[in-house]
C-alpha cells in the first residue's frame, strides 16, 4: 500500500529539547516536503527536497532543519524548539513527473511545546 | 506570485443540500488545480485535480471546472451527506515547480 509514515502522531516537550519527526515513503517519490498547519493560516511549507542531499527553504524554516541521506526519509529537526512551534505538522511526498503528480500526505503530527 | 484564495468557513450545510465551496487562483503559467479534503485527524487527500483549462475533474459526487477566463475552480456536489463534513483545500502547482501553492481551506459542517 502507498503511504507516507510519519512519527510520532502526538508529542508533547519542553522549550530547548531537540526532537525529530520521522517521515518515510514506500513510492520511491522524488520530491519530499514538511508543512505546518495552523489555524486560519491553511497549510505553510517549512523545507522541501527534490532529491537526495538537495533540500531548500520553503515559506516557513526558520527554527527547523531537515535532512535527506537516503531517498525515502526526510526527518524534521527542532534543534531548539520554542512554543511557537506549537502546530500541526505534516510530510508530503509525490513524483516529478510532471505538476499534475498527486502528492501524498502523512497522519500528521501534533505537537506541543510547552 | 502565485496565489490560491477560496471561501472562508465554515460552511455549515444540511444533509442534501448543494455545495458550492470557491476557490480562484493566480498565477503566471498554467498551472494544475487541485481538491484536497482532510477528514477529521487525517492527512490531506486528494479529491479530484485538473490540468488544463475547461478540464473537469470528478469524485465522490464532487465536480471542479478549470475555468481559465475566470481563474477560478469552484468545488461543488449536488446533495451533500453528514460524512462529507471535513476542512477541504483548493491548490494549484505549476510544471516549473513543484511546491503545492494552497488556499487557507474551507471548513465543511454538515447536519443531518
Redesign the interface.
Known amino acids: 500500500e502507498a503511504q507516507?509514515t510519519q512519527n510520532p502522531r502526538y508529542l508533547i516537550t519542553v522549550t530547548g529539547k531537540k526532537l525529530t519527526v520521522t517521515c518515510s515513503q514506500n513510492m520511491n517519490h522524488e520530491?519530499m516536503?514538511w508543512y505546518r498547519q495552523d489555524p486560519?493560516?491553511?497549510?505553510r511549507?517549512i523545507y522541501?527536497s527534490?532529491n537526495v542531499e538537495v533540500t531548500d527553504k520553503?515559506d516557513v524554516p526558520e527554527g527547523y532543519k531537515v535532512s535527506r541521506k537516503e531517498k525515502r526519509n526526510f526527518p524534521l529537526i527542532l534543534e531548539s524548539p520554542s512554543p511557537n512551534q506549537t502546530s500541526l505538522y505534516?510530510c508530503?511526498s509525490?513524483s516529478?513527473t510532471?505538476?499534475?503528480?498527486?502528492?501524498f500526505?502523512?497522519?500528521?503530527t501534533r505537537l506541543t511545546v510547552v | 506570485g502565485n496565489s490560491v484564495t477560496q471561501m472562508e468557513g465554515p460552511v455549515t450545510l444540511s444533509e442534501e443540500a448543494f455545495l458550492t465551496i470557491n476557490c480562484t487562483y493566480t498565477a503566471t503559467g498554467y498551472p494544475s488545480l487541485f481538491w484536497y479534503v482532510q477528514y477529521p485527524g487525517e492527512g490531506l487527500q486528494l479529491l479530484l485535480k485538473a490540468t488544463k483549462a475547461d478540464d473537469k475533474g470528478s469524485n465522490k459526487g464532487f465536480e471542479a471546472t478549470y475555468r481559465k477566463e475566470t481563474t477560478s475552480f469552484h468545488l461543488e456536489k449536488g446533495s451533500v451527506q453528514v460524512s462529507d463534513s471535513a476542512v477541504y483545500f483548493c491548490a494549484l502547482r505549476e510544471d516549473s515547480n513543484y511546491q503545492l501553492i494552497w488556499g487557507a481551506g474551507t471548513k465543511l459542517i454538515i447536519k443531518p
Not at chain 1, 486560519?40 to 497549510?43: A, D, N, V
Not at chain 1, 510532471?98 to 502528492?103: S, V
Open positions: 507516507v520530491y516536503s486560519g493560516l491553511g497549510l511549507q522541501y527534490m520553503g505534516f508530503a509525490s516529478m510532471g505538476g499534475e503528480a498527486e502528492a500526505f502523512g497522519q500528521g
